[in-house]
């Protein structure tokens, strides 16, 4: 199995920024995509930005310009570079990733990381 360890999260005033880390670990062959969610109370979860295995990112409309998702291959581990934040961003988020397990690549399941707070507020 593929365990999900976040970290970077906290409270930070509107305009501020943080750096969330994701780390993935276990029986991973390769990696397809991680990602990071978030779902704010009341609300349902929604992807905030993705990068897949080519490198390729996309990003929700709504952080674009603002947040920037990268990855260290090597170590299996996605960032989350949130600037210019605002009170509507406070949410937990969720690392996401879809892995092959085998080294044929027929295996591909997918894991959440347990969240991590993001508190935007004054």
């Known amino acids: 199995q593929v365990q999900l360890v976040e970290s970077g999260g906290g409270l930070v005033q509107p305009g501020g920024s943080l750096r969330l880390s994701c780390a993935a670990s276990?029986?991973?062959?390769?990696?397809?995509?991680m990602g990071w969610f978030r779902q704010a109370p009341g609300k349902q979860r929604e992807l905030v930005a993705s990068?897949?295995?080519?490198?390729?990112?996309s990003n929700a409309d709504s952080v674009k310009g603002r947040f920037t998702i990268s990855r260290d291959d090597a170590k299996n581990t996605v960032f989350l570079q949130v600037d210019s934040l605002k009170p509507e961003d406070t949410a937990v988020y969720y690392c996401?990733?879809?892995?092959?397990?085998?080294?044929?690549?027929?295996?591909?399941?997918?894991?959440w990381g347990q969240g991590t707070q993001v508190t935007v507020s004054s």
């Open positions: 996401h990733g879809r892995f092959y397990l085998d080294f044929r690549m027929s295996i591909l399941r997918e894991f």
């Open positions: 276990g029986t991973i062959f390769s990696v397809d995509t």
């Open positions: 990068i897949g295995n080519n490198g390729r990112t």
